[in-house]
């Protein structure tokens, strides 16, 4: 088998697979004792920043559960510490921006991404591609909402009230400020799709906050165009957003040929709005708390639900729980993978 003859890369364009491709989203550490062993004491973007630790991070759930893909270990607010922006992630809160953007002269302030910003990044990705050999690797960037609201906010919020402000308040500081974002994700899928990445996902935490009408003005164009940059690529497009189950329609329109579909939305419905598109997901993360046959009965489910769509990518509906047993995903992973789909 070569590596564009893999089951993920297959499934991602809607053509026959050997069997349904499982990977899982934050797979790259969260519960893994190997990876809470190589971290510990190293700050979370001081982690991505390290070409070897990136690629043993990455490395480890393939090794430990033999999934027909590797997520690229890093984070959504990373390319904005690589530009040279104050950000940290604080223990127990989450992405912090010390000075958070208000105005045009603010965005303009923001340096625009190339690759001599993140040599770490091209090498961690050289590094992996020579381990992974068929194995394809999954390339990685937070989508311009989530990322600018983050800048907007100065942290994490419920509300997103800052963001909406902006958005409604002062449109042309918002759509600035979506484009310089936008530019940035891209630069930065190209920088990892150059090096080696045989596929990207584009991942939007925080657009279930928005209404489809919002969505579609102030938001959707800046994702589709950093998806466009991505097809010049040649590589497959991987779409998730949490909580967008009325926004799945235009996530699907916004061009990735994979939409993930996050747990709160039945997959077969799911399926329908996305277009003729491949889609990726999406059991309930916490069901790998549940009894092993529970588990398994309801991954079941989701792989007859996906065999209706162009291409089907099993999943967590998002990230893995940190406290999950990595045993259960293993037991998961297999299960998925000796799934019949006659």
């Keep these: 088998m070569t590596l564009q003859d893999s089951a993920f890369l297959r499934a991602a364009r809607g053509e026959d697979v050997p069997h349904t491709p499982v990977w899982f989203m934050r797979q790259a550490g969260r519960s893994l004792p190997e990876y809470l062993k190589v971290r510990e004491g190293i700050g979370m973007l001081e982690s991505c920043m390290d070409p070897d630790l990136v690629t043993e991070i990455t490395l480890q759930p393939v090794r430990r559960y033999g999934v027909d893909a590797a997520i690229f270990f890093s984070d959504i607010v990373l390319p904005l510490k690589s530009v040279g922006l104050d950000i940290e992630i604080k223990p127990g809160i989450g992405p912090v921006v010390a000075n958070p953007v208000r105005t045009l002269a603010d965005v ?42 983050y800048l907007v906010e100065g942290g994490p919020s419920k509300d997103h009230a800052r963001t909406k402000a902006m958005m409604f308040g002062a449109p042309e500081v918002w759509e600035a400020l979506m484009a310089k974002i936008g530019a940035i994700a891209s ?156």
Excluded: C
């Excluded at 009325?246 to 709160?264: F, H, T």
């Excluded at 989701?302 to 509906?317: D, P, Q, S, Y």
């Design 187 to 342: 630069a930065y899928l190209r920088v990892q799709v150059e090096a080696g990445a045989s596929a990207v996902q584009l991942f939007d935490s925080w657009a279930g906050a928005l209404t489809p009408a919002d969505y579609r003005q102030h938001v959707m164009a800046h994702s589709a165009r950093v998806l466009a940059d991505a097809a010049a690529l040649g590589v497959p497009r991987i779409h998730f957003g949490v909580g967008t189950s009325n926004l799945l329609s235009l996530m699907g329109e916004a061009g990735a040929e994979v939409v993930g579909i996050d747990w709160r939305t039945p997959l077969d419905r799911g399926i329908a709005q996305v277009g003729d598109r491949a889609v990726q997901g999406n059991l309930d993360p916490a069901l790998v708390f549940a009894p092993t046959e529970v588990m398994l009965a309801r991954a079941g489910e989701v792989i007859e639900a996906g065999k209706a769509a162009r291409g089907h990518i099993f999943n967590l509906g998002h990230g893995v729980i940190p406290t999950t047993d990595p045993d259960q995903l293993k037991r998961l992973t297999e299960f998925v993978q000796a799934y019949p789909l006659a």
């Design 108 to 149: 303009a302030s923001i340096p625009d991404l190339d690759a001599s910003m993140v040599p770490y990044i091209s090498q961690a990705v050289r590094n992996l591609v020579a381990e992974l050999g068929d194995t394809p690797l999954i390339g990685f960037a937070g989508a311009p909402f989530t990322v600018a609201s």
